[in-house]
């Protein structure tokens, strides 16, 4: 599945705003920013993977700085699912739901704070600019 993820990621074209990626699936643009007219703490996630996967990391952080961590998790989280797979049994701990609660809690956690971070240093970066962005966002 994180592969899969990865090949997805590989497949898109990054947005050039830093978000809307997504929508290159057919999902619909973000209903928090077409109601707020302000980024959400996902908004640039799918961005921030497309342009890691390309070995692009300024990007990816400027897209979405939670994105970029997380996607770079995503390979030695695959490498430790597949040896645990291997092997019939978690690999370092005990249990596989633990480890993986902890992932899922890390990045939720990591995408508010990093949401929180951006607007609590420079609230207009959130902010949608220009005619052209909220006409996309409306789409």
């Known amino acids: 599945m994180l592969?899969?993820?990865?090949?997805t990621a590989r497949a898109?074209?990054?947005?050039?705003?830093?978000?809307g990626t997504h929508t290159q699936l057919g999902l619909r643009p973000c209903a928090f920013a077409r109601a707020t007219g302000r980024l959400c703490p996902t908004c640039g996630m799918t961005t921030a993977?497309?342009?890691?996967?390309?070995?692009r990391i300024d990007p990816s952080?400027?897209?979405n700085p939670a994105g970029c961590l997380i996607a770079s998790a995503t390979v030695p989280t695959?490498?430790?699912l597949l040896a645990t797979a291997v092997r019939g049994r978690p690999v370092g701990t005990r249990t596989i739901s633990g480890p993986l609660m902890l992932l899922v809690f890390s990045a939720c956690l990591t995408a508010l704070l990093a949401w929180l971070i951006r607007w609590a240093l420079s609230p207009d970066a959130l902010i949608l600019q220009g005619a052209g962005i909220a006409a996309s966002i409306r789409r």
Do not use: C, S, Y
């Open 12 to 19: 898109l074209q990054p947005d050039p705003k830093g978000f």
């Open 61 to 63: 952080w400027r897209a």
């Open 3 to 7: 592969a899969g993820l990865l090949g």
């Open 78 to 80: 695959m490498f430790w």
């Open 49 to 55: 993977f497309a342009w890691l996967v390309r070995g």
